[in-house]
């Protein structure tokens, strides 16, 4: 048995893990100030239970040599080594994990990615971001980085017949796809293209009704993000990637960014390739059970 917890800003979510079938434990609000009761709460779900593991997503990044972790919405917790504190005050093995390679993890291990062996998981929502699976395990690397594709000044400003700005990135950095291809991308987009004010949801779904402003939007947004997810592909030989975050929701824009993904590899297949993801319930607790059951074997 896994406990296995998906950790937020707002709440921590908690469940057990048996064989890949979750059980339910509930929920608590997440202590962001308090470091003790955070730990508290983490323990508080442990009572009365025997597993072998604990495992944790959480909206954060691990450094795999020190074990720190960075997180924005939880100040107790960042600058941490969180999991050799919790494994201290619990008494049991615990891995920590970032949420989009939760994701990745999920896809790969019970969703669009069942058998296939290297898969990329991609978030497209507020941010961009992904993780990589190969041979039913997580790649790592210096910083815990690895599959942050969404960061790194690629994204194109000449474009679809027209001029955009570099827009800056909350990671400092300028002509990020984070910054430009997010749902709050798309919205950065359509206002420099139109001068228009729209939330991500009203430009897709003008967009399917065939209104030619939010299709040129559309149409620049797909042409700046399918050559360096196709670039990532050659790279790391990705035979699927699923999709998640609130972008996934619109199944007609993945078809898109598929089309012109698969038109730009190497690899010639006429099977989709970027493609919703699968698991659509709980995507960190399945994730992070899944990635401990492979540590911990």
């Known amino acids: 048995?896994?406990?296995?917890?998906?950790?937020?800003?707002?709440?921590?979510?908690?469940?057990?893990?048996?064989?890949?079938?979750?059980?339910?434990?509930?929920?608590?609000?997440?202590?962001?100030?308090?470091?003790?009761?955070f730990t508290a709460a983490i323990a508080g779900f442990a009572k009365g239970i025997a597993p072998k593991a604990v495992a944790i997503s959480i909206a954060g990044v691990v450094d795999p040599d020190t074990q720190s972790l960075r997180v924005a919405n939880i100040p107790c917790a960042d600058g941490r080594r969180l999991g050799p504190e919790l494994e201290t005050a619990l008494g049991l093995p615990v891995l920590v994990l970032n949420d989009a390679d939760c994701f990745a993890m999920a896809e790969a291990a019970q969703g669009a990615g069942q058998g296939h062996r290297n898969v990329f998981g991609v978030i497209l929502g507020t941010g961009v971001g992904g993780g990589l699976v190969i041979d039913g395990r997580l790649v790592s690397g210096p910083g815990g980085y690895a599959g942050e594709w969404g960061h790194g000044p690629v994204a194109r400003t000449q474009v679809e017949g027209v001029t955009l700005p570099e827009f800056a990135c909350g990671c400092g950095l300028t002509g990020c796809i984070d910054a430009v291809c997010s749902a709050r991308g798309i919205e950065k987009l359509h206002l420099a293209?139109?001068?228009?004010?729209?939330?991500?949801?009203?430009?897709?779904?003008?967009?399917?009704?065939?209104?030619?402003?939010a299709t040129k939007t559309v149409m620049v947004w797909r042409a700046i993000l399918a050559p360096p997810l196709a670039m990532i592909l050659n790279t790391v030989g990705a035979s699927i990637v699923p999709v998640g975050g609130g972008l996934s929701n619109v199944p007609a824009l993945i078809a898109l960014l598929d089309e012109a993904v698969r038109?730009?590899?190497?690899?010639?297949?006429?099977?989709?390739?970027v493609v919703p993801a699968l698991c659509r319930i709980e995507p960190g607790l399945i994730g992070a059970a899944a990635a401990a059951e492979v540590a911990f074997d």
């Open 1 to 37: 048995m896994i406990l296995c917890f998906d950790i937020g800003g707002s709440r921590i979510k908690a469940a057990t893990s048996t064989g890949g079938t979750l059980t339910p434990l509930g929920d608590t609000p997440t202590p962001v100030h308090d470091f003790a009761a």
């Open 193 to 213: 293209l139109h001068g228009n004010e729209s939330r991500s949801e009203t430009i897709l779904s003008l967009w399917q009704d065939g209104d030619a402003q």
């Open 263 to 273: 038109a730009m590899i190497l690899r010639r297949t006429d099977r989709p390739l």
